[in-house]
């Protein structure tokens, strides 16, 4: 068997993500992959960036999320100078 570099490990983890076409079987993988906590915290921060592509302010997203300000500043540079964020969570 040959073995996978480093960065054809996480070319292989994305593959297979973007591979799912349902939630239920996301679910399944993200359950045996992640931990709760780690679950969650992804859901707080994609909540998060939801909320400040809105329009909302630090201190809006903090009233309605269980997030740090460290946290929050990294999220909000990742949607001012990411990729992701503001290309998969368009506003309306």
Do not use: P
């Amino acid at each position: 068997m040959e073995q996978m570099s480093k960065q054809q490990r996480i070319t292989f983890l994305f593959q297979l993500i973007a591979s799912i076409d349902n939630e239920e079987d996301c679910r399944m993988l993200f359950d045996d992959l992640c931990t709760i906590k780690e679950v969650e915290n992804m859901a707080e921060r994609l909540y998060a960036a939801k909320l400040l592509i809105e329009g909302n302010t630090y201190n809006q997203v903090m009233a309605q999320g269980d997030i740090s300000s460290a946290t929050l500043s990294r999220v909000s540079r990742c949607v001012q100078y990411g990729k992701g964020y503001s290309k998969l969570l368009k506003t309306e």
